[in-house]
């Protein structure tokens, strides 16, 4: 069965997709496995508030606009990375502190890692919807995701500081993870606005250097 990319003609209808349904399922035994193995259910919930906004609007979506195969395992890697980080809290993660021992380093970066992935796994996605669903020009395509990724991680800081300040104290210290970096937040951004661009200048340079065209359009 074919795996499709942004620009494929084709997208493989649900039912025979096994690439989707492989994807699906991998998810959902990652989901199911933070959810009954997490150390904080209230913080798990906090964290998978947006998990389950962001599944509602792919299945509402799906029948008027199918994402390619590409997309579809950008985004499930990404979403297995945020719901592993809720399953410990971000600052206690295991693998963050495995790593943390490796590198010799004063935290624990997981939480660094997913705000960078947010910007590398999804800049593709984002890019692949304004062209091929909302029908944008090539260059906005490109430099959509770019600032849509820096205005969601400013805004999600937003929110991290209602959710610790204002609305559930008692989960604030877990919810923002800061391990005492007064710069956390702005490093966040800066991760994630630097995946999106890495992400962006890969996908471009791949398509110039395999000269690989878009459907009716010249090279991007």
Known sequence: MPFSIAIS?????????????????????VWISTFTGTTDLNNW???????????????L??????FSDTSYL??????CLHVYGSKYTYAENPLGYWLQDVFHSSRNHYDRIVHFS???????PMREMFLKWIGYPRLVS?????????????FY?????????????????????????????QKDIFLAFSGAILATTIV???????????PSQTPA
């Open 45 to 59: 919930l906090l964290e998978n508030a947006l998990t389950f906004l962001f599944l509602v609007f792919l299945v």
């Open 118 to 124: 947010f910007g590398f796994l999804l800049a593709y």
């Open 204 to 214: 471009s340079s791949i398509k110039r250097i395999f000269n690989i065209y878009e």
């Open 142 to 154: 490109w430099i959509l995701p770019i600032e849509i990724t820096l205005s969601i991680s400013a």
């Open 9 to 29: 003609s084709y997208r493989t209808p649900l039912r025979s997709n096994y690439w989707l349904w492989a994807m699906i399922l991998i998810f959902l035994a």
């Open 157 to 185: 800081e937003l929110i991290e500081w209602a959710v610790a300040d204002i609305f559930f104290e008692a989960q604030g210290a877990a919810y923002l993870g800061t391990q005492g970096d007064v710069w956390d937040a």
């Open 74 to 79: 950008l985004i499930c890697i990404y979403l």
């Open 61 to 66: 979506t799906f029948r008027t606009y199918q």
